[in-house]
Every structure is written in C-alpha cells, then in structure tokens.
Nanobody
Framework: QVQLVESGGGSVQAGGSLRLSCAASGSIASVGVMRWYRQAPGKQRELVATITTGSTTSYTDSVKGRFTISRDNAKNTVSLQMDSLKPEDTAVYYC???????????????WGQGTQVTVSS
C-alpha cells in the first residue's frame, strides 16, 4: 500500500558530496516524522537524521555540520545532503517514515530498500 523508494547513493572520494532522496507513494493520508538511518557492515543500524512535519531537524553528532535533512511535504519526499564525506560514512542508508494509510487512523512505520554509499580515502 505504501512504498518508500530511495535514490542517489553511489561512490565518492573523501571530502566529496552526495544527495540522497526518498519518495513515499501509495495510499497515503499523511506523512509524519521522516528519518534517515544507516548501517555499516558488522554494525547496528543507527539513526542519522530526523525531520518533523514542521521541518524541525536533529542529527547524530558524527554528521552535524556536514549533513542536511530536508523534506517536501507536498511531494512526500525527504532528502539528505551529505557534504564533506568521510570513509566512516560508508554504509547502506535507509529512509524511514511514519505514515497514515488512507482510510485508517493509525500511524505505521515504513522503510525504504536502502541505498549504498561508499566513501573512499
């Protein structure tokens, strides 16, 4: 009923930039908080950035000042601009959104399929 589709991953050298995008589609009544997570090989998935419907943002300490999360409420999209990338940013990045499906009144969490980001030194 609801899909999150990510795009924009790839490979870049340290110091470079990438922009990730995620679009929510399907039987959507409303989209709430949207987040980006990442998971590096052998590590647990970690929360990277959060944005509310009112565009209040928060970031994990390791990306503050380098990453910027934004959203377009009209298009149900969320983006992550990643600048000054470091090798330790290498991971699969996942978008996550709280969505109310049309015809229902409860929130449910949805995940994208993940997109690989590789930063070489």
């Amino acid at each position: 009923q609801v899909q999150l589709v990510e795009s924009g991953g790839g490979s870049v050298q340290a110091g470079g930039s990438l922009r990730l995008s995620c679009a929510a589609s399907g039987s959507i009544a409303s989209v709430g908080v949207m987040r980006w997570y990442r998971q590096a090989p052998g590590k647990q998935r970690e929360l990277v950035a959060t944005i509310t419907t009112g565009s209040t943002t928060s970031y994990t300490d390791s990306v503050k000042g380098r990453f910027t999360i934004s959203r377009d409420n009209a298009k149900n999209t969320v983006s992550l601009q990643m600048d000054s990338l470091k090798p330790e940013d290498t991971a699969v990045y996942y978008c996550n959104a709280a969505v109310t499906v049309s015809g229902t009144s409860y929130w449910r969490n949805y995940w994208g399929q993940g997109t690989q980001v590789t930063v070489s030194s």
